[in-house]
C-alpha cells in the first residue's frame, strides 16, 4: 500500500500513526495491497474553499474525500481491484474542536475521521438512516479494533509494561462513546 500524508496545516501530528490506522482500515476492507491512498491536511482557509467548490456549503468541515477509481471494499471469493482508493482531505483545527466537544483526544478524533473518510472512499455514506447505522457501526468496529491492537502493540513494546502506559482505548472510550459513532 502506498499512503502518503501531506501536511500543509500548522499543527504538529504523528503522521505515522494515520499511515498505520489507514493501513489497518484498508486491509481490513480487504482493498488491494498496492491501492494508493493521499491524506492531506489542511488549515481552515484552505477546508472552507474545499467544501465551497465541491459541496457548495459555507465555512471549513473536518473532512472531505475524494474517490479516484473508486474501489470497492474486497470479497473473500475474489481478488480486489488495484488502483488508487483517492485523496482523503482532514483540518486538525476543525477536529480539534470536535474532539473538545465529545470529550477525547484531538488525535482520535483524526483517527475517526480519516476512518470515516476511508470508507467514503469505499463507497459507504450516512444519507439514509439504515446506510447511516452500517457505515458508523463499521466506523467504530474498524476504529475500536484499531485502537485495541495499536495499544496491544505499545504495551508489547514498552520496557516499562503494561502498568505504564498512559492510556488505552478502553480508558479513552469511556469517558466518551457517543462520538465514536457519528459522521
Partial sequence: MSIDVLNESDVSL????????????????????QADLCIKLVDEPAMEVLHVQWMDLPGPTDVMSFPMDELRPGRDEQEPAEGVLGDIV??????????????????????????HGILHLLGYDHDEPAAEREMFELQRTLLLTFLAAAAATRVADSPQGPQKQPWSPSSSLRRSSAPWSRS
Avoid at 504523528?14 to 495491497?33: F, G, I, T
Avoid at 482532514?90 to 475517526?112: F, K
Fill in 14 to 33: 504523528d503522521e505515522m500513526e494515520l499511515v498505520a490506522c489507514a493501513k489497518y482500515v484498508m486491509r481490513e476492507m480487504k482493498v488491494h495491497p
Fill in 90 to 115: 482532514i483540518c486538525p483545527s476543525v477536529a480539534a474542536r470536535q474532539a473538545v466537544g465529545a470529550g477525547h483526544a484531538t488525535e482520535e478524533e483524526l483517527l475517526l475521521l480519516l476512518t
